[in-house]
């Protein structure tokens, strides 16, 4: 019997291109406060969101990804034909299957590229770009495209204190593909699922369709618990993509964590000692979090802003639900 032959693919991959898209109506704090007895000061003490974008009821998740994707597509200057997989991060989509993936491809023309989502929340993006990276040098396909993607007002109760005022819309997308050298470093991910219940929905399906004047499972999370998480082991994380990139904070151009909250950003960047020099990612002020979607909407509103950072290197980081973890360098696309 003949033995069997493996695919090869290149040696290194980077991110060439990025897209975004944001809802497409701003909700300021003073209409986010009313429903949860706060105001527009405790919200931006807490969080230092000052506005949240959010989709109109006409804008689904799957045209936020589409409009990312292609802003990517075109940015990268390949066809979608060229894309051999479509992986989306998403937690929002309409359903629960089919894939939001295969949709996306069909809507983009990437048919009949692999097409599958991810349920990692917030840290869907990373792990969609680690997937991206070893399927390239694997052969597997040569161009990715990963896309985070949420609807987040659909499944949010506005009433709710916990996590309801944080939350907003949007998509952001990144073609993975060949590269001569390294452009994506090596991927520090993982979960603790002993803090399963500190953020997620509030009741099963099942649930719901027993209650049916109960209404849909929507967001809620342990604040206090998901801060303490966040702040203390996700440093760690982050050195540690650092260490095995062999790559030092003041090596760095950019630092894009997960849009999660101000607080946890600021104190993130004093534990990881970031000198001045280190663009730090804030799209949460006006975009508010927006899970899997925050990492590449907050890295293609940096390079906007800053587009001499292009070429530099960025630790990005990802953590959420789950509790779920996923860090990496990347050179900026």
């Not at 109109?56 to 990804?65: F, K, M, P, T």
């Not at 618990?225 to 994380?237: G, L, P, T």
């Amino acid at each position: 019997m003949a033995p069997l032959t493996q695919s090869h693919g290149t040696e290194f991959t980077r991110i060439l291109s990025l897209g975004a898209a944001r809802g497409d109506t701003s909700v300021s704090n003073d209409e986010i406060a009313g429903p949860i007895d706060s105001s527009d000061e405790w919200i931006r003490q807490r969080t230092g969101v000052i506005e949240r974008k959010r989709s109109s009821a006409d804008e689904g998740v799957i045209d936020l990804a589409q409009r990312a994707a292609q802003e990517a597509i075109t940015a990268a200057g390949i066809e979608s034909t060229d894309i051999g997989a479509v992986i989306v991060a998403t937690i929002s989509n309409s359903v629960q299957t089919p894939s939001l993936a295969a949709l996306l491809a069909h809507r983009i023309g990437a048919t009949p590229a692999a097409a599958y989502d991810i349920s990692a929340a917030c840290a869907g993006y990373t792990y969609g770009i680690a997937q991206a990276d070893a399927l390239i040098r694997s052969g597997a396909a040569r161009y990715v495209l990963v896309v985070g993607a949420e609807k987040l007002s659909d499944i949010v109760e506005p009433t709710d204190r916990s996590i309801s005022f944080l939350l907003g819309d949007g998509a952001g997308a990144a073609i993975v593909g060949p590269s001569d050298m390294v452009g994506i470093g090596p991927t520090q991910w993982g979960s603790d699922g002993s803090k399963w219940d500190a953020v997620g929905m509030n009741k099963t399906l099942q649930e719901a369709f027993a209650d049916r004047d109960g209404g849909f499972p929507t967001l809620r999370q342990d604040g206090q618990a998901v801060f303490r998480w966040a702040v203390w082991e996700m440093a760690k994380v982050a050195k540690k993509a650092l260490d095995e990139s062999g790559v030092s904070a003041s090596e760095l151009a950019a630092f894009v964590p997960h849009q999660a909250n101000m607080r946890i950003i600021d104190e993130f960047a004093k534990q990881l000692k970031l000198p001045e020099s280190v663009l730090i990612a804030r799209d949460i002020e006006t975009t508010g979090n927006t899970s899997a979607a925050s990492i590449p909407l907050a890295m293609h509103r940096l390079l906007q802003e800053h587009p001499e950072a292009s070429g530099g290197l960025a630790l990005q980081i990802g953590f959420g639900a789950g509790l779920v973890f996923g860090a990496q360098v990347v050179t900026l696309p």
